[in-house]
């Protein structure tokens, strides 16, 4: 914010006493004016139009604080401005009754001057950030009337009344199937622009629109377009056409070279009979709500709205009453996740994580406090009281004499925009009297993202009081050389359920590659990575092969209790001081072997034997592709010939069970694959003893791809001696298939 | 009488004071100011006029005030007046309201002893 722009705070109180307290309290940062009653503060917002934010007693005479908001929202006085109630009454009733009117925060007396300012400022950034955006929009959209990227989306007002129509035809019809409204929108878009310019990102909204303008045609949608890269689109409540859209648009601009993160986000609203009240507006609202969702998932970019999860504000106030008395209390505690060497197994530091421990209710998880905290500011009193915690309890174990290491905390973008995060920290190390490389800083990407500058300029600062930053959730959008050549980090964070890289899923090549591809760019950039959310055995397999060193994850360790913590690093055996490392490179990757040397076509059937492309359905496997040697090795002649192309012809019958066996293990464990011994018939009748090792590839519909390594093992078995199938890891599972 | 003498000399809680507040300097400004603050006439005119309501906002402006400033001795008959008021129970406010005024006399009477110091000592 400049410095002729101070923000105008509106104070409305009819105790002289009262309004200065908090002039003295806000003076410095803000200019004040002062109301003592309801009135007084009307004819005040009539004359000032720019005024940022009211603080509102609720006791006053003549005309309360309620009345007073009631007023001001009937003149649409504060349609833009944030008002947060004052009072020393904390009964939930008229809390409840103050959030309802329309306030966005309440403080009780007595005050403590950190809150207010925490307060005041958090909302203030807060609106401040919603303004920029509007204005924005506002502007864009004036400018951009005649600028829609292709003719024939809708601009708001138009679409909002053609979806009225719809709707309305849809709520007094029965027979009408149920329409959506899909949001679409990524956040990354500004920084495609900023990074590649204006014609790449006019093109990404040219290639968009004209995806949906095939909807419109086909599907008889509607299709809007709201500004910067916000698209809408209603249609009947088909998958098939939803998931195509997608897909289609996901192709189209894969074609002209935009990067998956840049992919849009999808929230979708599905219209019941029950919201015959709700207008379209609201509806893009709640798909816009899903579509924040599954704004930070690669693998599924898209959400649908769930009435449940909807913002509930009641249950936000309980909540929130909630918190503030277990806040009180002291229900919220650290716990602390190791992260690991996955090489030495030795722990080379933790991750500070919230818990709250409710007398009532137990352990309550983070995913169902933090929404709300994040919501109204609150989250920066927890934040800040567990980076303080940390500091302590690293000052008492250096106290005991024992070997530190680095603990890392969480910073959001609401505690930067409400406090200056690396003056806090380096006072709290300067009070506690720890070296800054004990508490290091996690910032996340989406925080980077909508954050931009201010983010960056915090990171600058912490690195230069000697912090370690950490870009947590690397890739959860958009990963990309740039992002990493933008921003001054020094370990990179991916998480690998943002990736589903579970075992079995169907998009585990997908999230490998993703993941190998973020692992190579932190690479090129020198960055060490941890990888977090390791849970399998075999994640650790291909990580360390990918070049990973360190983990964090319940694989290794799950969050603890800090004395459970302090009980797995006393020993210095277990411990690892040495901060994360960039892996060197000590071995040659597959891909490197081949760009770097040139191989002829025998050397390569030397290393692999033969290789076959198949395809299993229903029961029937066919020989795809097949390189020279496989079809020299069972004395093919004729590769059109179909006892060739059809395996049931030529695989001893008894091996055909095991067979199928393991195609699914390969399926299953998709980075290591199958292995198995079967029968080769040759056409005069002659057997072949085959070792194969086989790869699932993908699947479609109900067909399934593989490709396999086949080798001739004739001079291992002397007499025919039935299938056998090896598990990835090499042990023989015998299936004896004769009987 | 120094600051925390005068918290102490009408029953105020200093530590939570300076804590909120944020060490000594904004606490001797707003303790001051308190010399000045009407809630407490008000209170009186709306007893003395029988006028609830005005008793009411009178007790609950003051209220809010002695818990800004962490006044207990006054905060604690005030909060008893203010909830009598409020149910517009004229018969408990007149009986509580000697406890007001001794605690209120005491406070302010701290405060000036206070004051004083201060300016004597610069």
Not at chain 1, 139 to 158: C, F, N, Q, W, Y
Not at chain 1, 469 to 497: E, P, T, W
Not at chain 1, 661 to 669: D, G, L, P, R, V
Request: net charge negative; hydrophobic share 40%; proline share 3%.
């Amino acid at each position: 914010m400049g410095e002729d722009t101070t923000q105008k705070i509106l104070i409305v109180d009819d105790s002289p006493m009262n309004r200065m307290i908090l002039i003295e309290m806000l003076g410095e940062d803000y200019s004040i004016i002062e109301a003592e009653d309801g009135l007084s503060a009307i004819e005040k917002l009539q004359e000032n139009s720019k005024i940022d934010l009211i603080l509102l007693d609720i006791m006053m005479p003549k005309m309360d604080g309620f009345e007073t908001l009631e007023r001001l929202n009937q003149l649409h006085l504060i349609d833009h401005i944030p008002v947060i109630m004052i009072s020393a009454e904390n009964s939930p009733e008229i809390i409840e009754k103050a959030y309802t009117l329309g306030a966005i925060d309440y403080i009780t007396r007595p005050f403590d001057v950190r809150v207010v300012r925490l307060r005041v400022n958090a909302t203030l950034a807060l609106f401040e950030n919603q303004k920029q955006l509007l204005t924005r929009l506002q502007a864009k959209d004036r400018l951009e009337k005649r600028k829609i990227p292709v003719k024939g989306l809708m601009v708001e007002d138009e679409f909002y009344e053609n979806a009225d129509q719809r709707l309305r035809h849809y709520f007094e019809d029965n027979s009408i199937a149920s329409p959506v409204l899909i949001a679409m929108h990524n956040d990354y878009f500004k920084l495609l622009s900023e990074w590649s310019g204006a014609s790449v990102s006019d093109q990404y909204l040219e290639t968009v629109g004209n995806c949906l303008l095939k909807v419109k045609e086909t599907k008889n949608a509607l299709v809007g377009y709201f500004g910067l890269d916000n698209f809408v689109v209603m249609m009947e409540e088909d998958w098939d056409s939803i998931h195509g859209l997608i897909r289609d648009i996901k192709e189209s601009l894969e074609a002209i070279r935009i990067e998956l993160g840049f992919t849009p986000a999808y929230g979708i609203y599905r219209a019941i009979r029950e919201d015959v009240d709700l207008a379209p507006v609201a509806m893009y609202d709640r798909a816009l709500l899903a579509l924040e969702k599954s704004m930070n998932n690669y693998m599924t970019r898209y959400a649908v709205y769930d009435p449940r999860e909807s913002v509930n504000i009641e249950q936000d106030i309980k909540m929130l009453n909630r918190l503030e008395y277990a806040f009180k209390n002291k229900e919220f505690h650290f716990y602390i996740q190791p992260k690991c060497d996955m090489i030495s197994g030795k722990i080379i530091g933790g991750e500070a994580l919230v818990r709250w421990n409710s007398k009532n209710d137990g352990l309550i998880y983070p995913g169902v406090f933090i929404p709300v905290l994040e919501k109204n500011g609150f989250i920066t009193r927890i934040d800040t009281y567990v980076w303080e915690e940390v500091c302590k309890w690293q000052r008492r174990w250096m106290d005991k004499g024992r070997i530190s290491l680095p603990v890392s905390v969480n910073v959001s973008l609401t505690d930067v925009y409400a406090i200056n995060v690396p003056e806090y920290f380096k006072e709290l190390i300067e009070k506690h009297n720890i070296p800054a490389n004990l508490v290091d800083i996690e910032i996340s990407e989406s925080a980077y993202v909508k954050g931009g500058n201010l983010i960056r300029e915090t990171i600058n600062r912490l690195k230069e009081y000697g912090f370690r930053v950490f870009l947590d959730n690397f890739g959860s959008g958009y990963s990309s050389l740039n992002l990493l050549r933008d921003i001054n980090v020094d370990v990179i964070k991916i998480d690998a359920r943002s990736l589903d890289l579970k075992a079995g899923n169907s998009e585990d090549r997908r999230g490998i590659g993703i993941l190998e591809t973020m692992v190579n760019l932190a690479k090129q950039m020198s960055l060490p990575v941890v990888v977090q959310g390791v849970e399998e055995a075999e994640q650790v397999r291909y990580l360390t092969q990918m070049g990973c060193r360190y983990a964090q994850g319940f694989y290794f360790f799950r969050s603890m209790v800090v004395d459970e913590y302090e009980e797995k690093i006393k020993v210095e055996e277990d411990i690892d001081t040495k901060r994360e490392q960039v892996v060197e490179k000590d071995s040659y990757r597959i891909q490197e072997f081949f760009t770097d040397h040139i191989y002829n076509d025998l050397m390569l059937n030397h290393l692999f034997g033969s290789v076959v492309e198949m395809e299993l359905y229903q029961d029937e496997l066919k020989i795809l592709k097949a390189s020279d040697t496989y079809y020299l090795m069972v004395g093919c002649n004729d590769r059109n010939d179909p006892y060739y192309r059809v395996s049931r012809k030529h695989i001893h019958p008894a091996d055909w069970q095991p067979i199928l066996q393991s195609f699914k293990k390969a399926f299953e464990q998709r980075y290591n694959g199958s292995v198995i011994d079967f029968r080769f018939i040759k056409k005069d009748g002659d057997i072949i003893n085959f070792h194969a090792k086989i790869f699932a590839s993908y699947a479609k519909d109900a067909r399934k791809y593989f490709y396999a390594c086949v080798e001739n093992v004739n001079h291992y078995y002397t007499i025919n001696s039935g299938a056998a199938v090896f598990d990835g890891g090499g042990n023989f599972d015998y299936f004896r298939g004769l009987n | 009488m120094t600051l925390e003498e005068c918290y102490a000399a009408c029953n105020g809680d200093y530590l939570s004071a300076r804590s909120r507040l944020m060490g000594e300097a904004l606490v001797s400004r707003f303790l001051l100011m308190f010399l000045d603050d009407t809630s407490y006439r008000t209170l009186l005119e709306g007893m003395e006029k029988k006028d609830v309501d005005m008793a009411f906002l009178g007790a609950h402006t003051l209220k809010g005030v002695c818990q800004n400033l962490s006044l207990r001795g006054l905060y604690e008959p005030t909060y008893q007046i203010t909830e009598a008021l409020r149910s517009k129970d004229m018969e408990s406010a007149k009986l509580l309201l000697p406890d007001v005024q001794s605690a209120y006399e005491d406070t302010i009477g701290a405060i000036q002893s206070y004051k004083k110091y201060i300016e004597v000592d610069g």
